[in-house]
């Protein structure tokens, strides 16, 4: 079975400071690792993949995170918040041992609050 | 490029009814996967669609059935409809080769009274 852990439901910073978001994982086979973005009232916009290479992947918005195998994590960062990046981050796991379906486990999700 | 567009954006429905959401897939995306995402969860897997048949299937009742057309676009039913029905509904498209490479639509919003 494959599970995400968000460890933080909010994380709050100011803007301008540096930001990040945790995620763990747990997966069979190696990991294809995901984070989304939800704002109110909306569907889930993709930030980021890591399939495979460099340890460190950058997404849109300036959005980037770290792969680390031996601590099976996949935390978001930015160097320096905005206020309009507010908003329901999710970090999701594919495994390559799961069979044909290319189901997604997602975690609970963080918010995230940048204040001025 | 034409994003992924789901219909209703809300829908309202009385317990024991059946619903039918629907969803266009990205223009170039054979494979359409369905995510319930109760209040406050992320979201939950239901199926997947590749070349109008079921590919996989998370951990829903059989009440919860799917179709996918020669066009990829999809439709998701649910029968007997149950108060805990109630939730965001997300499709996602995938290109072809590259299924786990899933953009969402905005949802369909179902509240079950």
């Known amino acids: 079975a494959q599970s995400v852990a968000q460890p933080e439901d909010q994380v709050n910073v100011a803007e301008g400071n540096p930001l990040t978001v945790k995620c763990t994982y747990s997966?069979?086979?190696?990991?294809?690792l995901f984070w989304y973005v939800q704002y109110p009232n909306r569907g889930l916009q993709f930030l980021l993949k890591?399939?495979?290479?460099?340890?460190l992947v950058k997404g849109s918005y300036g959005f980037e995170a770290e792969f680390n195998k031996s601590q099976t994590s996949f935390h978001l960062k930015k160097p320096s918040a905005l206020v309009s990046d507010s908003a329901l981050y999710f970090c999701?796991?594919?495994?390559?041992?799961?069979?044909?379906?290319?189901?997604?486990?997602f975690g609970t999700g963080t918010r995230l609050q940048v204040t001025l | 490029e034409t994003g992924v567009t789901q219909s209703p954006t809300h829908l309202i429905k009385t317990r024991g009814q059946q619903v039918t959401l629907r969803c266009s897939s990205q223009?170039?995306?054979?494979?359409v996967s369905w995510y319930q995402q109760a209040l406050g969860q992320g979201p939950q897997f239901i199926f997947q669609?590749?070349?109008?048949?079921?590919?996989g299937r998370g951990n829903f009742p059989p009440r919860f059935s799917g179709l996918q057309f020669p066009n990829y676009s999809s439709e998701l039913n649910v029968n007997a409809l149950e108060l805990d029905d109630s939730a965001l509904y997300l499709c996602?498209?995938?290109?072809?080769?590259?299924?786990?490479?899933?953009?969402f639509g905005p949802g369909t919003r179902l509240t079950v009274t």
């Open positions: 996602a498209s995938s290109p072809q080769d590259r299924a786990y490479e899933q953009y």
């Open positions: 997966v069979s086979g190696n990991p294809y």
């Open positions: 890591y399939i495979t290479g460099d340890n």
């Open positions: 999701a796991v594919r495994g390559t041992n799961t069979g044909t379906a290319s189901k997604l486990t």
């Open positions: 223009s170039g995306h054979n494979t």
């Open positions: 669609y590749y070349r109008e048949e079921e590919n």
